[in-house]
């Protein structure tokens, strides 16, 4: 049964598809049209399968544009594919690592709808771009279809044979049925999979779900955490050609186009360093959160004459308004019982108006406080709902500016 997206990747639908997205401009990208263009197109007498999958693909390349931008319009995607793709930004940072290393040909197995092979391809490499999922394959083959020293190939990573390059890049899938899996032995190739294709003794690179147990990654070389604009979005893993950082675990902040990388040498899955721990002073730091999953709060601390306020919860503080781009800084105004009543009364206190409420270590509703504390007037505030050594405590705070 050929699908919607095989449908449209078909020459005479893909053209029709490519006009339509013309002809509506920045309109393919609201959502109040499209019932009405499947209206409008199926009283003009087209197929009915045609015209559904029409309307879903330009929901898709809607949704697709904070992942590729405007290219998003001349590209063909999967609700999973998409999903599951890479943004362009971070594929590209991949992709890099491949071209630096002088490696030629690369085999993206289990490429989806071809996200990280088409920046591989973009900077020049020959890419094999392989899967199992032919509706994946259709899509990958239209997005990669501007380059032709490039691939396609439908088959199973598990029973392929091993593939003629000098580099393999994987992005096992981690959902099923709508189910995400959070265990690699669960994952599509399974981690037995990866393993072995480390072993080869190429090029190899593994993009991970950012959670993942620091246990697995001794079969790489080099492990780093991607944030983007604040947000945690991936985990990757690499062999020793592909990791010119040396050994070690790192956190990549990528903020507003400015990539800043913190990094320790060390095997990547050695245990962590546990940082210093102090009493809370006149400054709070918030993490990013690759910092955080990448096990460097002592490596930020030890940087910064920084220390956590409690053991096991990430928030540092120290004596002065230290710029860094691995964390958000704020202004400690007061410390209080974790309380409701005193810390309004406190707010009142403080003249705090608009406040903004964020908890770790706390078993509290952030919105039914922020609800309960919201003033009409006054300051802009965050009020931290954790521990402060042996107590629970909320700490009010401002942001330092341009935090």
Not at 70 to 76: R, Y
Not at 120 to 129: I, P
Request: hydrophobic letters at 40%; one cysteine or more.
């Amino acid at each position: 049964m050929t699908s919607s997206v095989q449908l449209l990747a078909q020459p005479g639908p893909w053209q029709q598809l490519q006009y339509l997205q013309s002809e509506l401009g920045e309109a393919a990208t609201d959502p109040t049209t499209w019932p009405k263009l499947g209206q409008a197109l199926r009283q003009a007498g087209h197929d009915p399968e045609l015209v559904v999958a029409l309307v879903s693909q330009l929901q898709l390349r809607a949704e697709a544009r904070g992942k590729f931008g405007e290219s998003a319009q001349h590209m063909l995607f999967t609700r999973a594919g998409l999903e599951q793709a890479t943004r362009f930004q971070v594929s590209l940072l991949h992709a890099l690592r491949y071209a630096n290393a002088g490696v030629k040909r690369v085999a993206d197995l289990g490429c989806g709808i071809g996200s990280d092979a088409l920046a591989l391809a973009t900077t020049g490499l020959e890419v094999l771009a392989v899967d199992r999922d032919p509706e994946a394959l259709a899509a990958a083959a239209i997005n990669l279809r501007e380059f032709p020293k490039t691939q396609v190939l439908e088959a199973d990573v598990m029973t392929m044979p091993r593939p003629e390059v000098d580099g393999v890049f994987l992005d096992p899938a981690r959902r099923s049925h709508d189910r995400r899996l959070f265990r690699p032995e669960q994952w599509s190739p399974p981690w037995d999979k990866v393993t072995e294709i480390f072993s080869w003794g190429l090029a190899a690179g593994v993009k991970l779900a950012p959670g993942i147990d620091h246990h697995y990654l001794g079969i790489g070389s080099h492990a780093q955490w991607l944030s983007y604009d604040g947000a945690l979005v991936e985990a990757s893993l690499w062999s020793t050609q592909l990791a010119p950082e040396g050994p070690g675990r790192s956190a990549l902040v990528y903020h507003h186009h400015t990539i800043d990388v913190l990094s320790e040498e060390c095997a990547p899955d050695a245990p962590l360093t546990p940082a210093p721990v102090g009493a809370l002073e006149q400054y709070l730091f918030e993490p990013d959160p690759a910092v955080i999953r990448a096990g460097l709060l002592a490596r930020l601390a030890d940087l910064t004459g920084t220390h956590l306020v409690h053991p096991k919860i990430a928030y540092l503080s120290g004596p002065s308004p230290t710029d860094s781009p691995y964390w958000t800084g704020f202004e400690v105004l007061a410390e209080v019982a974790l309380r409701p009543k005193v810390v309004k009364r406190q707010l009142r206190e403080l003249g705090a108006g608009p406040v903004e409420v964020k908890k770790r270590g706390a078993d509290v509703d952030p919105a039914q406080l922020q609800k309960q504390w919201q003033q009409k007037a006054g300051i802009p505030v965050v009020v931290f709902a954790t521990r402060v050594g042996s107590s629970h405590r909320a700490i009010i705070a401002r942001r330092l500016k341009g935090a």
